[in-house]
Each structure stands twice: as structure tokens, then as C-alpha cells.
């Protein structure tokens, strides 16, 4: 069972920079891709970010590419998002889950959900 602790969440002023991290549990790290999604107030949960299991490839939705960086660290476990230049609707709920890609930016996550780590963006 694969345990997810996101965290380095924060209140930060647009234009501002945070970088998140999760901390996974379980031997799967090493051999899944690696995602971050966000849910937003009255929202669905939508796919942010990706990273392949190798490291190799990265994958953005189209509202954070070019401002936000995904990495991973084997070994710690943990892979990280590091997000600049922060809008105000860049506001919601971050987790991080092991995904599968279904086809292009569609993700599959395949754990169980942690508790996120929240980002508010003032104007």
C-alpha cells in the first residue's frame, strides 16, 4: 500500500514561487510515473503535472506549462513541484499520486488520496 504526505503548501502573493513535495511510501516509487493534480473550491480534480518513472519525460497541463517543474528524488522518495510566477486561480488543493497514462495529459492516479497540501494565491 503506497502512502502519500504532500506538503509546502502556503498563503503566497501573485507572481510568488513554492515548491511542493510528497513523500511516498512502498516500493513503487522507483517504477511509476509520478503525478501532481490540484481541486480547486466547487471543482473537479484536474491533472497539473507528470513525471515518468525513469525521470526522463515531464508532462504539464496547458495552465501551469512553462511556470511550474517536476522532479523526482529516488532517494528520498519524494517528487516535488516546484511552481513560479503563481496566479491567483493557480488556488486549490495539490496532491500528488502514482499514475498511469492513459493517452497524452490523461493520467490515471492508482493510489488512495492523501490529505493534499493547500495553496492560496492572493491578488
Known amino acids: 500500500q503506497v502512502q502519500l504526505v504532500e506538503s509546502g503548501g502556503g498563503l503566497v502573493q501573485a507572481g510568488g514561487s513554492l515548491r511542493l513535495s510528497c513523500a511516498t511510501s512502498?516500493?513503487?516509487?522507483?517504477?511509476?510515473?509520478m503525478g501532481w493534480f490540484r481541486q480547486a473550491p466547487g471543482k473537479e480534480r484536474e491533472f497539473v503535472a507528470a513525471?515518468?518513472?525513469?525521470?526522463?519525460?515531464?508532462y504539464y497541463a496547458d495552465s501551469v506549462k512553462g511556470r511550474f517543474t517536476i522532479s523526482r528524488d529516488y532517494a528520498k522518495n519524494t517528487v516535488y513541484l516546484q511552481m513560479n510566477s503563481l496566479k491567483p486561480e493557480d488556488t486549490a488543493v495539490y496532491y500528488c499520486n502514482i499514475v498511469r497514462q492513459r493517452g497524452g495529459n490523461s493520467w490515471s492516479p492508482l493510489a488512495s488520496w492523501g490529505q493534499g497540501t493547500q495553496v492560496t494565491v492572493s491578488s
Open positions: 513525471i515518468s518513472w525513469s525521470g526522463d519525460s515531464t
Open positions: 512502498g516500493r513503487a516509487f522507483s517504477t511509476y510515473a
